[in-house]
């Protein structure tokens, strides 16, 4: 009857007895399926290596604690470094108290930069500050056009000129924007690639001429594996203030966002997720990696570990297991946090590579809802005071819970046991006891 | 007819070859003049095949079969490796394809391509490319601007128009895109016209409303002309990742491609994906862009593509 219960507490239990480390070996299954994840999500190869590696360093030597097994534990802390390195030194874009705001744009052919500039012209509009738009493409067809009509939607003025000169019309505009009065100027620049010297000198050129205080890289979150190499050139020849991730409403995983992190170390600062001027967002790191790692069932396992995985809980629960205040009362959090998570037997086999292991371990989830019925059937006082537990107590317990009175003889008999043996045993010798007893 | 005879195959290989990256380098010395397949070797090509975009398991599905190959081999050099890497991935993209747009042309008139693709991929560029190699060959060429939604989407294609010389029929913004493509072919008929280019707007694959309205597009033609269109060309962007996939995807359900058009490649991007792409749609790659110009559009050619991926 205890045999699942065994299992899961054999994970807090192993802390006690120092076993329960994360070693390379026992998450090696859980590491290569990530590696793979990351991968199919567009991760650079060598950005996913590196990642990987690093947080499994990091990692490796840290306690399994409450119930969750070592490739839990390191889906886990992978989700939450992720969750950090994409979002770690957010910043709002700067704008001055007082005078000019300049804002250049650049990117990569058809990312998304033309879109961006009318709606975050549209967004600073909306909060009444005096906004004009800088037509510095002069290349592609209709692109100061397709400008001109965005700006006219929402009533921004754009500066452009009649000759294809792009610094020149830069330096216009900012002359323009001075003599305005207006408190924000955003150039719009062609779309070029990383490895055009010259397009890439123009931009540099654009950039000393505004001198902007905020400059902006616009990426395609369908970017595949290259995204590394345009966003370090960029960020070598610009220096950018920061990166706007375009298309989150298609449903690529968005990978990239992670390269362009991890090898040029600029915060995202905006989201676009439509072709219509509103579709502007603020950015979630724990929404985009969740969306890196997937969907499917890696991610509700994150969630839910997430929500059940009390570190504080745990280590409160350990401190009682050597003081030997271990009580019912305690027991039934234990179970209720493992409940939390689920069934043990599907959480367990959500992890890939675990799965199959797991199904051997017949693990059957209903005697654990016993236990917890026979708990609950106590009183207060009986959870934390067992030894008041006479014969009628017991009698009315399993009439409470729905069981046999030598279920609830034997828990109790087993708790008493393991109390006992809490008082009497080495931490290693405990755990092993307790196991065999709770059988 | 040797419409695109006079293309310039050597452009591909420079726009490939401008920037190499430091990591294709490093295995090219690594691969040369080694013996045997030793796990290093192959970790390097894994490497390879998958910072091209070529995707994990296809990677070490291609290993797998390299491994296989190279049992049966004598000379296992690494320089021997890498060319039956190359064997093996060019037998994915040259595929039997019993449809020969030459010979369809000269037996369709007006001959129809729809050109499909999500937002920014390169749909517009691609068709005032496509204008211009037509109208060279000697063909009466006509566009129609089908996309009616995104800001001065006509503009920007009149502009193409008169780059490559030729016709375009276009309606206000927010008209009905079926109604411009109805209405390109039925001046196409009436005129002469040998080739008709359809632009549509850009359209995202999980968007079901737009993906109807694409669909309509293709109804509405085939209502007008039974066989048409002859062509529908999807297309991608070679910087795109694995989401490019489920692009194809999508696109087929609603459509019937016949043709990929990968572009963008005058960069650093391998465009690897397309090979999941070939090997699952079984359409082939008809095109490919190499840069923001009138002439920079070059037919496939298969090996020319894989040994990119490799310099
Ligand atoms: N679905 C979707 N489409 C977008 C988004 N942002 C831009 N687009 C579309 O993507 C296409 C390209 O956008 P542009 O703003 O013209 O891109 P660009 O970077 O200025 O392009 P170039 O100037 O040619 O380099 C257009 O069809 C836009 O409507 C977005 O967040 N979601
Ligand atoms: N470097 C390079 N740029 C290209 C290529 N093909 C297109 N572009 C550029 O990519 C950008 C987008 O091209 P468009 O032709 O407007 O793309 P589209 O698919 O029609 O875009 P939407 O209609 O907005 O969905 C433009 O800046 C083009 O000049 C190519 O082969 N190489
Ligand atoms: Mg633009
Ligand atoms: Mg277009």
Redesign the interface.
């Known amino acids: 009857m205890f045999e699942e219960l065994s299992l899961k507490l054999e994970k807090a239990l192993k802390k006690v007895s120092g076993q329960g480390k994360l070693t390379e070996k026992n998450i090696s299954d859980t590491v290569r399926e990530i590696r793979r994840i990351l991968l199919d999500a567009d991760v650079n190869y060598k950005v996913a290596k590196d990642f990987i590696d690093k947080v499994q360093e990091k990692a490796l030597g840290t306690e399994v604690i409450a119930s969750i097994s070592p490739g839990q534990l390191i889906t886990k802390i992978i989700y939450d470094e992720l969750t950090e390195l994409l979002g770690g030194d957010r910043k709002e874009i700067k704008l001055n108290a007082s005078g000019l705001t300049t804002i250049l744009v650049v990117g990569l052919q058809g990312s998304g930069k033309t879109t961006f500039c009318g709606k975050l012209a549209k967004r600073l509009k909306e909060s009444k500050l005096k906004v004009m738009l800088a037509a510095a493409d002069v290349y592609r067809p209709a692109a100061v056009e397709q400008l001109k009509t965005l700006g006219a939607q929402i009533e921004v003025p754009v500066y452009s000129i009649d000759v294809p000169d792009a610094k020149r019309t830069a330096k216009e505009a900012l002359a323009e924007a001075n003599a305005a009065g207006c408190n924000v100027l955003i150039v719009d620049t062609a779309g070029r690639l990383h490895v055009d010297e010259e397009m890439m000198n123009e931009a540099a050129a654009i950039r000393d001429i505004i001198n902007p205080d905020e400059s902006l890289f616009v990426v395609d979150s369908m970017t595949g594996q290259d995204a590394v190499n345009s966003a370090k050139a960029f960020n070598e020849k610009i220096n950018y203030d920061g990166i706007v991730l375009t298309k989150l409403d298609g449903d690529a995983r968005g990978g990239a966002a992670l390269s362009i992190r991890a090898v040029v170390g600029k915060p995202i600062k905006f989201i676009s997720s439509g072709e219509k001027l509103s579709a502007l967002e603020p950015f979630y790191p724990d929404r985009l990696a969740s969306r890196i790692l997937g969907k499917g069932d890696i991610i509700s396992f994150v969630e839910k570990a997430q929500e059940s995985f009390d570190e504080n809980e745990a280590a409160k629960l350990e401190e009682k297991f050597k003081k030997n205040k271990f009580d019912f009362e305690d027991f039934l959090k234990q179970i209720k946090m493992i409940k939390k998570m689920g069934s043990l037997s599907s959480l367990l086999g959500m992890i890939p590579g675990i799965g199959n292991q797991i199904k051997n371990a017949d693990i059957d989830d209903k005697a654990l809802v016993k236990v917890e019925a026979i708990i609950n059937s106590m009183t207060q006082e009986e959870r934390q005071k067992p030894k008041i537990l006479n014969g009628s107590r017991r009698m009315r317990i399993a009439r409470g819970s729905g069981s046999s009175i030598q279920e609830v003889n034997r828990l109790i008999k087993q708790f008493g046991d393991m109390q006992s043996l809490m008082k009497k045993m080495n931490q290693r010798g405990f755990a092993n006891n307790f196991l065999n007893k709770i059988k | 007819m040797g419409i695109f005879d006079n293309f310039n195959f050597s452009k591909l290989k420079e726009g490939l070859t401008?920037?190499r990256?430091k990591?294709v380098n490093t295995i090219n010395e690594a691969v040369t003049g080694k013996a045997v397949i030793d796990d290093k070797t192959l970790d390097e090509i894994e490497?390879i095949l998958?910072?091209?975009?070529i995707?994990?398991d296809t990677a070490v599905q291609i290993i797998e079969n390299v491994r296989g190959r190279m049992k049966s081999e004598k000379d296992r050099t690494d320089l021997n490796v890498i060319e039956t890497v190359k064997k093996e991935l060019t037998g994915i993209l040259d595929i039997e394809s019993n449809f020969n747009s030459e010979q369809e042309i000269k037996t369709h008139k007006p001959y129809i391509i729809l050109v499909v693709g999500?937002?920014?991929?390169?749909k517009t560029t691609t068709i005032?490319k496509l204008a211009h190699n037509y109208k060279k060959a000697g063909l009466k060429v006509i566009v129609g601007a089908a996309d009616t939604?995104?800001?001065?989407?006509n503009?920007?294609l009149?502009?193409?128009s008169k780059?490559a010389g030729v016709e375009i029929i276009q309606k206000g913004h927010g008209a009905d895109p079926s109604s411009v493509a109805f209405e390109t072919v039925q001046h196409a008929i009436k005129h002469q016209y040998d080739v008709v280019l359809i632009d549509t707007a850009?359209r995202?694959?999980?968007?079901g409303h737009l993906m109807e309205e694409l669909n309509k597009i293709k109804r509405v033609l085939s209502k007008n002309l039974p066989y048409a269109p002859n062509e529908t060309l999807l297309v991608l962007?070679g910087?795109?990742?694995?989401?490019?996939i489920?692009q194809a995807e999508e696109f087929s359900k609603v459509t019937d491609i016949t043709g990929l058009v990968v572009t963008?490649l005058?960069?650093?991007?391998?465009g690897g994906?397309v090979f999941q792409i070939v090997n699952k749609q079984k359409v082939p790659i008809k095109y490919i862009g190499v840069g923001?110009g009138i002439e920079d559009l070059q037919t496939f050619d298969s090996k020319l593509f894989v040994s990119a991926i490799f310099e």
């Open positions: 401008k920037t990256t990591i490497e998958i910072t091209s975009d995707g994990y999500i937002n920014g991929v390169g005032g939604f995104r800001a001065a989407a503009e920007q009149e502009i193409w780059r850009g995202l694959h999980n968007k962007d910087n795109t990742g694995q989401n490019a489920l963008k005058d960069g650093t991007a391998k994906v923001e």
